[in-house]
C-alpha cells in the first residue's frame, strides 16, 4: 500500500498569510512540471496506491489533460482497483467550472479539498483571494454536477479584530454547502509573508490566545451538532468521509513526495526535495537529484513523533507504559478510557506542550 503526494508550486499569487513553497507565474509551465515529475517518480508507477494527492500551490491551475496524464503515467500498472483510490485535488474556487469538474472526474479525481478560506469578501480580499464569496457555492455545485460528491473545504479562524469577521456566520454558510468534510486552520503568522510585515509595521495585529480558543471551541460545538466529528485537531468529517491520505500521515505511515518541497518518509528515514522551483527543474534535467537533505529519525524521535501524532488524532494512543500528569486529566485537557489516551479539544488547543510534558514525565516515571 502506497501513499503519493504531489506538490504543484503554481500560483497566480501569494495570500498574505503564505509560506508555502509556492511560485507566482502568469504562464503555468505545464509541460516542464509534467516531465520534471514523471521523471523524479521513476518507479512509483508500479506499486499499490492507495491514495493521491495533488497539493500546493494551487494544482486546479493544472489543465485538465496534464492532470489525467500524471494520473494515467503514474497508475499505468495498478494493483488496487483505480475506483478504490482517494485520489484528492486541492482546489481554488475561481477555478472549478463544469467543464474542469467533468474532467478532473473523468481523470480519477474523487474527491475536492477547496479553499474557501472564508464567506466575507471584505476578508478574502484582504487575505489576498482571487475569489469572492459567491464562488464558493458555484464550484461546490460544479462538482457535485459532475459527480464528485467527497468534497472538503478549508477555512481559516481567529483572524485580526479589524476585520469584523462573523465566525459563526462562516460556519452556517459552509455548512449550508452540505460538505462532507471541513479543514480548519487558525492563522498563524509566518516569517516573510505579507501578514509579517503588515504586523511589524503596526498595520494589523493577531488575536489574542482567548479568541482563537473560543472560536476554534465554538467550531466543535457547531460542527458536532450538524453530524461531524473532529477526527484530528484540525479535520471533522462525516461519518465515512475522513481523509484517507492525511490520516496516513498521522499513522506514521510511508509515503511518497514528487514535486519541489515534497516529503518522503519511508518509516524510518524523512527526505525532502528542493524547496524553489528552478532549483527542482535543473536538478531533474541535469539528472541530479531532486532530494535537498534527508533525516533518519533516532528511536527517541519516533517515539516522540508516535506520541504527538497520536493525540493529534481521535483515537488517541495506547494508555500502556504513558503517566500523563494528573493535572492533565484534573483540567479536561486528557481522558484515559477503556486503554486509551486521548486529548479533548481544550488538550488540542496545548497539544505541543501536552506532548513534551507527557514525554518528560512518562520517562521520569520509568
Not at 101 to 114: D, H
Not at 257 to 264: I, V, Y
Request: with cysteine.
Amino acid at each position: 500500500m502506497q501513499h503519493l503526494y504531489l506538490h504543484v508550486p503554481f500560483c497566480v499569487r501569494r495570500c498574505s498569510y503564505c509560506d508555502f513553497s509556492i511560485a507566482v507565474r502568469k504562464r503555468i509551465p505545464v509541460q516542464e512540471y509534467v516531465d520534471a515529475v514523471l521523471q523524479e517518480a521513476g518507479n512509483v508507477g508500479d506499486r499499490a496506491l492507495d491514495t493521491i494527492y495533488f497539493g500546493g500551490g494551487t494544482p486546479s491551475l493544472l489543465p485538465p489533460e496534464s492532470i489525467a496524464t500524471l494520473l494515467h503515467e503514474l497508475t499505468s500498472q495498478p494493483r488496487t482497483p483505480h475506483a478504490a483510490r482517494e485520489v484528492t485535488i486541492e482546489a481554488n474556487p475561481e477555478d472549478v467550472t463544469v467543464d474542469s469538474a467533468r474532467a478532473w472526474r473523468t481523470a480519477g479525481i474523487n474527491r475536492v479539498s477547496l479553499g474557501a478560506q472564508s464567506f466575507d469578501d471584505a476578508v478574502l480580499k484582504w487575505m489576498h483571494r482571487s475569489h469572492d464569496a459567491a464562488r464558493i457555492g458555484g464550484a461546490v455545485h460544479a462538482l457535485r454536477g459532475a459527480g464528485i460528491d467527497n468534497i472538503s473545504l478549508d477555512l481559516i479562524f481567529a483572524l485580526p479584530d479589524e476585520l469584523h469577521r462573523d465566525w459563526e456566520r462562516d460556519l452556517d454558510m459552509a455548512l449550508a454547502l452540505r460538505p462532507n468534510h471541513l479543514s480548519l486552520y487558525g492563522l498563524t503568522v509566518e516569517p516573510r509573508t505579507p501578514l509579517d510585515r503588515w504586523i511589524s509595521r503596526g498595520a494589523t495585529k493577531v488575536p489574542d490566545d482567548d479568541r482563537y480558543a473560543e472560536e476554534y471551541l465554538f467550531a466543535h460545538r457547531r460542527l458536532n451538532a450538524d453530524g461531524f466529528l473532529f477526527y484530528e485537531v484540525s479535520n471533522a468529517a462525516r461519518d465515512g468521509f475522513r481523509s484517507k491520505h492525511n490520516s496516513a500521515y498521522w499513522s506514521g505511515k510511508p509515503y511518497v513526495g514528487l514535486g519541489p518541497a515534497a516529503h518522503s518518509f519511508d518509516g524510518t528515514t524523512r527526505r525532502w526535495n528542493l524547496r524553489a522551483w528552478e532549483a527542482y527543474r535543473r536538478a531533474i534535467a541535469e539528472g541530479r537529484s531532486a532530494v535537498e537533505s534527508e533525516e533518519r529519525l533516532t528511536e527517541e524521535q519516533r517515539r516522540t513523533e508516535a506520541i504527538y501524532l497520536g493525540l493529534r488524532t481521535a483515537e488517541g494512543l495506547p494508555s500502556t507504559n504513558l503517566h500523563p500528569p494528573p493535572s492533565f486529566t484534573a483540567q479536561g485537557w486528557i481522558t484515559v478510557r477503556d486503554g486509551r489516551l486521548k486529548c479533548t479539544p481544550e488538550g488540542w488547543l496545548r497539544l505541543d506542550s501536552l506532548v513534551n510534558e507527557l514525554t518528560m514525565h512518562t520517562e521520569s516515571q520509568q
